[in-house]
């Protein structure tokens, strides 16, 4: 009988010899999603999708029209985003009719963070609710204490370390509808800051988009007229100083690119869409690439099958080094399904194109976009799965299995780790998700890490 030791031996060079004779994965690949997302009580019009985000176990999912508190009340849904089993429904607690609660999300630490750009203290002013993740309770209400009618305060919200951002786009600090951006602690509610643009005027609508990561909030102005009326701008800023540290421009920049619709920033890699850039044909789209600590541009993302009027870079994510890029108009005749890309955050290059599997005319597939560690969710608000407009959200799982010591590289040292786990029966082990440990499991090893970490 062969022994435990010898067994792993023979695993071990199977392993190494495998590993050689395997090669990089094909770039360009398509897919479709591993899970749908649906409401439990989900109608006609309720746009459930329009805002979506994921962090870590948990999805949330904003429906803004729901009516549980009034029409267009709006809601927002949590998952589960191994299994897609909805864990809880929020609401605002005092909301009404029309507040669009669920517009705007961002989950990050335990925490979801709801943006109600609507609520009406005083008229469509705006407020952000934020709630512990795990049982739905409130955590804190944020709310300007300079806010007026139309800031539209919660149009764009985003949280990193229990700091969370706010976008007032309609704010008229240098001149209407030039936009400003609030810091909070989302914790306890105190107001940290204010920001605005240094070179801000009328109409460049500061705060569209929102993103923060490692101590950078991420501004977009997508009708800033730097390269032309509404060819937009983005804007990072050190949050602990409030300090500008780089304006952002697209290096081909155009009339009407609307560059800063969507933003992204993660390990010091800010992304920015342009969905009504001109790369494929007019409103085809694009979203750029740039170094947070330089400023510079390091790629244009560009889809490979383009096509006038997709709005490719009307959302964006990034996160371990993926990027996601949707485009909710994608499809050819007319019928508009959408999709979501995936590329190397490195140096641009595609890697996964994502479509919905039962995907209908108008879906909108990539209206909004999360990303966390290779776990994408996409909403698809025209979805009719429930009546016209009732909307999905689409999950594609390609984290790293198989980085068993999560350092963020494959190498020797996760095999050593596979094999101890193998020999162990350790769960994280059954790659087949058969309950065995066998060959079937090695096999499935080789074939990950051949295709290297993140998978596509």
Known sequence: METCTVFLRRVGMALVCGLVVLGQAAYGQSAFEDLKLTPTDGAAFDEFGFSVDVDGQYIAVGARHDD???PNSGSVYIYQALTGVQTLKLHATDGAMDDWF????AVDGGIVVV???LNDTPFFSGSVYVFNILNGS???KLFPLDGEQFDNFGWSVASNNGIVAVGAFGDDDNGPESGSVYIFDGLSGNLIRKITAPDGATGDRFGESVAIDGGIVAVGAHLDDDNGESSGSAYLFDIATGNLLHKLIASDGELSDEFGWSI???EGIVVVGAYKDNAFGTESGSAYLFNATTGSQIAKLTPDDGMTSDWFGYSVSISSGLVCVGSPLDGESGNRFGSFYLFDASDGTQLLKVTASDG???????YSV????GVV???AYHDDIFGMWSGSAYVLDRGCKIDFNNDGVLNFFDVSAFVIAYSSHDPAADLANDGNFDFFDVSAFLQLYAIGCPYI
């Open 264 to 266: 992204g920033i993660d």
């Open 115 to 117: 943006g109600a750009p």
């Open 138 to 140: 409130l955590i804190s």
């Open 370 to 373: 999360g990303l966390d560690r």
């Open 377 to 379: 969710v996409a909403g």
């Open 360 to 366: 209908g005319p108008q879906d909108t597939m990539g």
């Open 68 to 70: 549980d508190r009034g």
């Open 102 to 105: 669920g517009y705007s999300v």
